[in-house]
């Protein structure tokens, strides 16, 4: 086998030539994928690496296998978010669990975002959006203590209408938006909080959302498992040059 620069494990560099030939619609689902005996001979790779990197793919949803009949591409339709708007995915199968609510002294790049002094408290909403029971994304909503201290905001419970709702019922409505988005490995705690699997990286979004006069009055982390989601962008190019 000749040498590569790729530092991954063999299993790794494996599921990875797979999930990209699915991605590609090579496999398409309900293919049946080669025997191992085939896939070691393919990769001239062990058969418990074959085995490994077979497991990764399952359980980032790409394959199923079936008792005594093999592996097959499962029909895995990804959560495919408008990057403009980059909203919730669609209620019906999705709720939200609200996991906790804190005032404390925010992150720097939250209190940059807001426009805080330093020491200057926010409180914070903590949220798992579940799809069918399954955590697909952790949120992090920071507010102002000057706007949310002793509303809803700060209070330990869902809150109807949502967030956007009490802002505008406290004079500052929401204007507009600005999102940074990035990828990067997860840690532990969002390992954990959204089961990922193995090697999984996640996309991190930072929103700064504006009031009047370009006044931040909301700042969120949102965390989702890359595996689950594809960003969908449009451009008009009809009158470019």
Request: charged share 25%.
């Amino acid at each position: 086998m000749p040498p590569t620069r790729d530092p991954r494990p063999r299993h790794q560099q494996i599921a990875a030539e797979i999930r990209d030939l699915i991605m590609r619609g090579e496999l398409v689902p309900g293919e049946r994928l080669p025997s191992t005996a085939q896939l070691v001979e393919r990769y001239g790779a062990a058969n418990a690496t074959i085995q490994h990197a077979l497991k990764a793919l399952k359980n980032e949803g790409f394959l199923d296998s079936h008792v005594g009949k093999g592996v097959f591409v499962r029909d895995r339709q990804p959560f495919v978010i408008d990057a403009a708007a980059y909203i919730s995915p669609e209620p019906g199968h999705f709720r939200y669990r609200l996991l906790s609510v804190h005032t404390l002294v925010p992150p720097k790049d939250i209190a940059d975002g807001l426009q805080l002094a330093p020491g200057d408290a926010a409180v914070v909403r903590t949220r798992l959006l579940l799809h069918d029971g399954q955590p697909v994304e952790l949120s992090m909503s920071y507010y102002p203590s000057e706007i949310a201290a002793g509303t809803s905001l700060a209070q330990a419970t869902k809150i109807r209408g949502g967030a956007p709702r009490v802002l505008a019922d406290l004079g500052h409505p929401q204007h507009h938006f600005v999102d940074r988005i990035s990828a990067r490995p997860p840690t532990t705690d969002e390992i954990e909080a959204l089961d990922l699997p193995e090697g999984t990286p996640v996309i991190r979004q930072l929103r700064l959302i504006y009031s009047h006069q370009d006044r931040p009055v909301e700042a969120s982390i949102l965390i989702k498992g890359a595996h689950l989601y594809e960003l969908l962008y449009r451009q008009d190019t009809a009158n470019a040059p």
